[in-house]
């Protein structure tokens, strides 16, 4: 993992579910300039730094470096005339409780938090140039600002609001690893007003509320570049990739849903759903990111199936939700396959759990003052439960209790994942399809309107098929002859099913037929003599090559 995301990881991760009051750490090595409630400009280190006060506008004259700017006054202005402050420290400008204050053309790079907005609200963060920063534009619980034109690439995080409502963007650029991140704790901290004027990595940011009956796709909604759904009805989203943000989608409020086909890689959340009930994810690519599916407060009866979640640090994590069905998906390359805080009776079958660190975490397992979560495995006899690439049982036995003779393609034994949790009829590992190889006919034209069909199967099959032409099966047990071909090109494909049903198909060949080709029966007549004959010469010439050598070997002795 790259320090980036390692950076991102370790400052958002207890954020992510709630707002957090965080206050910044002042550095002790880097200076404070104050803008204080009386409107006099002081420092920490007692010195002059180059800001000139006219009334209630604040105006840099320099660049300004090891400094960071603290904010104790309303209603004024603070413009940085295209100079650039460097601070190296925790906060680049701080307003937090501020209200009515302006910070406009000011390049900010270098620091943890380059504009940072606590409880501060009515505030104006325009035409700057963020670079370089932990966050460029950080609110927690700040209401009614405008984000207006600014520049902010190469951060971790671009723009992160948290627990804040009622704020506006527009006309934003945004090139950072995670660009847009939102979140909170109640349906007023996602009403933002985020328009497509704000640029993500050169796509738009969509930004719904109170929507219904939509279809989202490249041609209703081109570039899309970040997606929220918030309070929405009966959503359909498909054939999106969504990168480099805190959710690549965010369900809040929303339900009814349908989010497929999609990829997400490289977000924080690959899909987001807070309190957001009876929606489907279908078929998505989702890799690469921090949290592949995340489920948070009580986003219920959602159903999540048949996705490819892979290569991310938590595949699927579900904090107090219930009742989802979880089924069909690929988990794999996962730190963790599945999370769960506090998160019961979900349905979790036919899952292939594969190569993660931890198949399933339960937060209670390192935390006893959290409930233990108890969710169902699988849907009994014969469908059985989930695959696990670890499970070490074996099938020999079948039935309903794992007690009658012959296998059936579920493990004899439970797949134990934690303290009264486990996978009582774990799937056992499907062998691939056989692989088939045709050895004739080739891709070639042929004088004969009669071709033999040869092939290679590498396992033992239950049955063989091969379609000439696109037409209908035929079944076969071995080699054959296609008989009576016609002028022209043709195509012949096999297919073959191992007896642990698997399905394999061959490359299908093309070869032609010449004009005027004849039947195999008139071309051997007419070759007959003369291929009797060379085979009879070679023959005696292969027994007097061994009587020679007899009575060599005499004589010798």
Request: charged letters at 15%; proline letters at 3%; a negative charge.
């Amino acid at each position: 993992m790259n320090t980036s995301k390692v950076m991102f990881i370790v400052v958002l991760t207890t954020i992510s579910l709630c707002a957090v009051n965080t206050q910044p750490v002042k550095s002790q090595t880097v200076g404070i300039i104050y803008i204080a409630s009386d409107g006099s400009v002081g420092t920490s280190t007692n010195l002059t730094v180059p800001i000139q006060r006219v009334g209630d506008i604040y105006t840099f004259t320099d660049n300004i470096e090891n400094y960071y700017v603290v904010v104790q006054r309303d209603n004024i202005v603070v413009d940085g005339a295209g100079y650039s402050l460097a601070g190296q420290g925790e906060i680049g400008i701080d307003l937090s409780y501020r209200n009515n204050v302006t910070i406009k053309n000011t390049k900010i790079g270098f620091t943890f938090y380059a504009i940072y907005l606590l409880n501060a609200s009515s505030n104006t963060i325009s035409g700057n140039i963020l670079t370089y920063n932990g966050y460029g534009v950080y609110l927690i619980e700040a209401s009614q600002n405008a984000i207006i034109g600014n520049n902010i690439t190469d951060n971790e995080v671009g723009i992160d609001i948290g627990s804040s409502s009622n704020n506006i963007l527009r006309n934003n650029n945004l090139n950072n690893n995670h660009n847009l991140a939102v979140y909170g704790s109640e349906p007023s901290h996602f009403v933002n007003d985020v328009d497509d004027s704000n640029i993500v990595n050169g796509k738009k940011a969509y930004y719904l509320i109170s929507e219904s009956n939509l279809i989202i796709n490249p041609s209703t909604f081109p570039d899309a570049g970040y997606l929220a759904l918030v309070n929405c009805r009966n959503i359909t989203v498909h054939n999106l990739e969504l990168t480099n943000n805190g959710h690549g989608i965010i369900l809040a409020y929303t339900t009814e849903s349908t989010i497929t086909q999609n990829h997400m890689t490289d977000n924080y959340n690959g899909i987001g759903l807070f309190a957001s009930s009876g929606n489907f994810i279908i078929t998505n690519n989702i890799a690469n990111n921090y949290r592949g599916i995340q489920f948070s407060n009580a986003s219920n009866t959602n159903s999540i199936s048949t996705n490819i979640i892979t290569n991310n640090t938590d595949g699927i994590f579900l904090f107090n939700s219930f009742q989802n069905t979880i089924a069909r998906n690929n988990i794999t390359n996962n730190k963790i396959g599945i999370g769960l805080k506090e998160s019961s009776y979900n349905m979790i079958r036919s899952n292939y759990f594969v190569s993660n660190e931890k198949q399933v975490y339960d937060v209670s397992i390192d935390d006893p003052s959290v409930t233990a979560s108890m969710n169902i495995w699988g849907v009994g006899y014969p469908l059985g439960g989930n695959y696990w690439s670890d499970y070490t049982g074996v099938d020999v036995k079948s039935g309903d209790n794992q007690n009658q003779t012959g296998s059936d393609g579920l493990g004899d034994t439970p797949y134990i994942i934690y303290e009264n949790n486990q996978d009582n009829l774990p799937l056992m590992p499907y062998g691939s399809p056989p692989a088939i190889s045709i050895v004739s006919p080739e891709n070639k034209t042929y004088t004969v309107n009669s071709v033999s069909l040869s092939f290679t199967v590498s396992e033992t099959t239950s049955w063989i098929k091969y379609s000439l032409d696109g037409q209908a099966n035929v079944t076969i047990t071995e080699d054959t002859t296609l008989s009576g071909l016609a002028d022209g090109v043709h195509s012949i494909t096999v297919y073959a099913q191992d007896t642990d049903g698997q399905t394999g198909t061959s490359e299908t060949i093309y070869f032609t037929i010449a004009e005027g080709a004849e039947t195999p029966t008139e071309i051997q007549q007419s070759e007959a003599f003369p291929i009797t004959w060379i085979a009879a010469a070679i023959a005696v010439v292969v027994v007097v090559g061994v009587v020679l050598l007899y009575f060599l070997k005499i004589k010798k002795k």
